[in-house]
């Protein structure tokens, strides 16, 4: 490990691992770290039909959806799941009594519980999913962030549902920036820069979205040592992932939950 000071260091890089059974890209470290825990973002899968789990992108049959979503839950051995239709803002929801099964609930664009068995999800196809971790007391959050749930400040109001409704401390929580198109291949106009307080480059210019969450999430108390960041790209690399810019209409998950 560098004994460098954390301030001349980025976040830690992370190539999830692929569990076939699901199939998903699992963050391996956090899995050997929290047992308990339940993670990763869903992937096209071998087969075919892929494995679509858009259930308001309009790419797949509702059924055979819905079927991805019930194989989710077996597979992950969670009692139930919560999803929302996004608005790419950022409004977060606490979520504790949750009835078996998919639930959908009202739109919004991050989930927070501290109950064992509920499994919260976004739906992404370039866009960041965020997983926020607080080992004890336990809780998760995940949350949807593209550029504009970015500057709406989806990561700081999910920080807040977690410090204000659960009391968990910033300090302790650990985070990490999932699956998602990287900074070479995400191409943005100025309006996106400056939107997001950057100098305009006056052209359409390539912007690294997880590196600016990382910005923010240790400006607002967030250790860096605690942030990892995907290698994984939807676009660039060979992982199976869905790309709303590659031309799908499908969507993959990005999923966490407690084991009961």
Known sequence: MSSEPSSQRGPESVHERLNPTIPALVHSGWLGHFPWLVQGTTTRGSGSPEFDLGL??????????????????????????????????????LHRAVKKGLTIADPCDGHVT?????????????CVPIFVVSPEPR????????????????????????GDELGR????????????????CYEVGSEVFEALGL?????????????????????????LEHITVSTHCTRCTDSGLFSHRGGDGARQLGYMGIRA
């Open 56 to 93: 308001f992108s309009g790419a797949s049959p509702g059924h055979r959806v819905h079927e991805h979503w019930d194989r989710l839950l077996a597979r992950t051995e969670m009692a139930c799941s919560v999803h929302a239709r996004q608005l790419h803002e950022a409004d977060v929801r």
């Open 199 to 223: 100098p305009s480059p006056g052209a359409p210019t390539p912007i690294d979205l997880r590196q600016i969450l990382v910005q923010r999430a240790v400006t607002v108390g967030v250790s």
């Open 169 to 184: 401390s910033r300090s302790d929580l650990h985070l990490h920036l999932g699956p998602a198109i990287c900074g070479h």
């Open 114 to 126: 501290d109950t064992p068995g509920v499994l919260l999800a976004v739906a992404t196809a370039d």
């Open 139 to 162: 809780a998760v959050a995940v949350l949807h962030a593209g550029w504009r749930g970015t500057v709406a400040g989806v990561l700081e109001r999910g920080l807040d549902v977690l």
